[in-house]
């Protein structure tokens, strides 16, 4: 009995033996097949922008195709848990933003991941500041030259602004709920599925003002929106004569958002190292930083700085949310 029980034991330990090294063995020749980069946003937002530079420059630096698909919804939740739920090879990649990795799960009582349990933070890649912006051609904000303007109407007529976001809990609700308690004023929140319908709905005038992304900046120089400010506490260095809100006599206010790389949990180290170095190559390739510079400050932080910055904001989040009485739902 006690000789079967040792060759049991043999052959068990000899299987995962040869588990371990066919695991090992995938890791060392990845990536062998096309890799998916889901973006949990609709095309044209930012994320979409960042992963889809990211994607052409790794199809050549990797040598397989990187595929973009957009399965935008519920602040992303849908492309995270589509990703938390497949297999960790590396081949099924989440490139998200901010607010999916640090809010959802403080919102949204029928979570299906949790960020940092079902999933494994790659590199961040840029991080950027939100711009507040309204429509000039909109009636209600065509005389909003400057923030102390939009400060002045917004603390006037108590809900009578409306400000459009990408979704509830993304990072620009959260900003204007902060905004909102810092200069007294109170707004209404509408939401879109996505950062792309919200900039559409200021355009439209169906919202009356935004923070939106550096992606805005040809429709501020064309003069079809208006910065009044930035949301960190210096200038963007594209928008040089446009004040950080910080400046303008609002000393605490700071937020920003960023995008970064992010695979499922018990993805090999080996893959997230592979990926890692070529997200870093791809940073200092001079075309595809021009192209993620357009995007925000390339900013790349390693899974191990990566996971820590996800659960500071979190926490920093979780107060924002208490502060402003918003549950989940």
């Given at each position: 009995m006690i000789a079967v029980s040792r060759r049991l034991s043999g052959l068990l330990l000899a299987l995962a033996s040869i588990g371990l090294a066919a695991a090992s063995a995938g890791?060392?020749?990845?990536p062998s097949q096309p890799i998916r980069f889901i973006v949990g946003f609709s095309p044209g937002a930012s994320t979409d922008l960042v992963a889809r530079y990211?994607?052409?420059?790794?199809?050549?630096r990797l040598g397989q195709p990187v595929v973009v698909e957009n399965r935008a919804g519920a602040n992303g939740s849908i492309a995270a848990t589509m990703v938390a739920r497949a297999a960790p090879d590396g081949y099924t990649i989440l490139i998200s933003n901010a607010s999916t990795m640090t809010t959802n799960h403080l919102l949204y009582k029928d979570m299906?991941?949790?960020?940092?349990?079902?999933?494994?933070?790659?590199a961040m890649v840029v991080s950027a500041p939100f711009v507040l912006v309204v429509n000039p051609s909109n009636p209600k904000t065509k005389s909003v030259a400057t923030f102390a303007d939009f400060v002045k109407l917004a603390t006037s007529k108590p809900d009578s602004i409306n400000y459009g976001t990408g979704g509830i809990g993304n990072l620009a609700h959260l900003s204007f709920e902060l905004l909102g308690a810092t200069i007294g004023a109170r707004m209404v929140h509408v939401p879109y599925a996505g950062a792309a319908p919200a900039q559409a709905a200021l355009l439209s005038g169906e919202v009356d003002v935004a923070f939106d992304t550096p992606n805005a900046l040809p429709l501020i120089q064309s003069g079809r929106l208006k910065a009044l400010a930035v949301s960190t506490t210096v200038r963007w260095r594209d928008?040089?004569?446009?004040?950080?809100?910080?400046?303008?006599?609002?000393?605490?206010?700071a937020t920003s958002f960023w995008t970064g790389v992010v695979a499922p949990a018990k993805t090999p180290q080996p893959v997230i190292d592979t990926l890692y170095k070529a997200v870093v190559a791809a940073t200092e390739d001079p075309k595809t930083k021009a192209h993620l510079l357009g995007q925000g400050n390339i900013e790349v932080l390693d899974s191990v700085a990566f996971r820590k910055k996800i659960a500071h904001e979190g926490e920093l989040n979780a107060e924002v949310l208490k502060k402003a009485g918003i549950g989940k739902q």
């Open positions: 890791a060392q020749s990845y990211l994607a052409e420059d790794l199809r050549q299906k991941y949790d960020p940092l349990v079902d999933l494994t933070p790659v928008l040089p004569d446009v004040p950080s809100i910080a400046e303008s006599g609002y000393p605490s206010f």
